[in-house]
């Protein structure tokens, strides 16, 4: 597999400076913005800001199956002893289940509902397939919280993406509140591709899913970031959606409260932005974290 010029150097031994974005956040042309469910404002929005929140997208009672599904999954021993499935550190709580529309019908069904591949496809401009999918958990007292990180940042790196054409659909399975560790973004942060400093030894994501400590940016530019755009936490019952750009900055907090938070993620990755080698060097990351093998344009069901 041949390896594309690294525009985006990062993971490196000494600190560089933050930089603007070299990719458009909305692929689509500005005559063609309207063309799908988005608004026009809608869409300009997320070119703004680098999320969109959707209050109750889903219906509350439509989840209600996958939650389910979701509870059989933490009571599963074998599902637990997979490479997949990443435990909070020290403990037995599930904190990650990756690959879920591999292991369920139901969730891959789910990344195929007709409205979100509308709504993909007029943001990105392209026929897309599932890059990494995913089931974050946060249980009552004891779910840990997400450094802040772009996601892009290490997908580039660590897998190989080329470009920032690609975005996440974060569907919220239990109710988000204040109190339970809901997902922090910080608008217009991904304006800006912000390097990060360390080399990246091999397997680090055995590490990493548990607690990230290389690609987080550095204290000064989170700084820069925050007092320029604030942090937003989109809260909500179960069956809303955000949906937020590869590039943009977020984290969560710990729950520190009794009532669990589960969220869904679906990481849709444009068909023209396929992976190449990792930039880091290493060899690429298991399967499970980024797709290699299926990039076939996904239909909607």
């Not at 709504?119 to 974050?136: A, E, F, G, P």
Request: some cysteine; aromatic content about 10%; hydrophobic content about 30%.
């Amino acid at each position: 597999m041949a390896r594309h010029q690294d525009l985006f150097p990062t993971r490196l031994e000494r600190k560089l400076s933050m930089f603007e974005r070299l990719d458009p956040v909305v692929h689509t042309p500005e005559e063609r913005l309207g063309e799908g469910p988005l608004s026009e404002d809608q869409v300009r929005e997320f070119d703004e800001r680098g999320f969109l929140f959707f209050d109750s997208f889903f219906d509350k009672a439509e989840m209600e199956k996958f939650i389910e599904e979701l509870q059989e999954y933490e009571e599963d021993e074998d599902l637990k002893l997979s490479e997949g499935t990443i435990l909070e550190p020290g403990k037995e709580e599930i904190r990650s289940i990756f690959g879920i529309h591999e292991i369920s019908k139901r969730f891959d069904r789910l990344t195929r509902d007709p409205q979100l591949l509308k709504i993909v496809k007029q943001l990105l401009d392209s026929d897309v397939y599932i890059h990494q999918s995913r089931i974050n958990y946060k249980p009552g007292f004891k779910g840990k919280g997400f450094n802040w990180h772009s996601d892009f940042e290490t997908w580039h790196s660590e897998d190989g993406m080329p470009r920032m054409r690609c975005l996440s659909c974060s569907i919220v399975m239990t109710d988000n509140n204040e109190f339970n560790g809901p997902l922090m973004l910080i608008p217009g942060s991904h304006k800006y591709f912000i390097p990060c400093v360390g080399r990246t030894p091999e397997d680090n994501y055995k590490e990493s899913l548990k607690m990230q400590d290389l690609g987080v940016p550095d204290g000064a530019s989170l700084t820069r970031m925050m007092n320029e755009n604030s942090i937003e936490a989109p809260k909500g019952p179960a069956g809303s959606l955000i949906i937020f750009e590869c590039n943009t900055l977020h984290g969560s907090n710990a729950n520190m409260s009794c009532w669990p938070r589960s969220n869904l993620f679906f990481v849709y990755n444009s068909v023209h932005n396929t992976l190449t080698e990792p930039f880091c060097g290493n060899k690429p990351r298991p399967e499970f974290l980024a797709n290699r093998k299926s990039w076939d344009p996904l239909k909607p069901v």
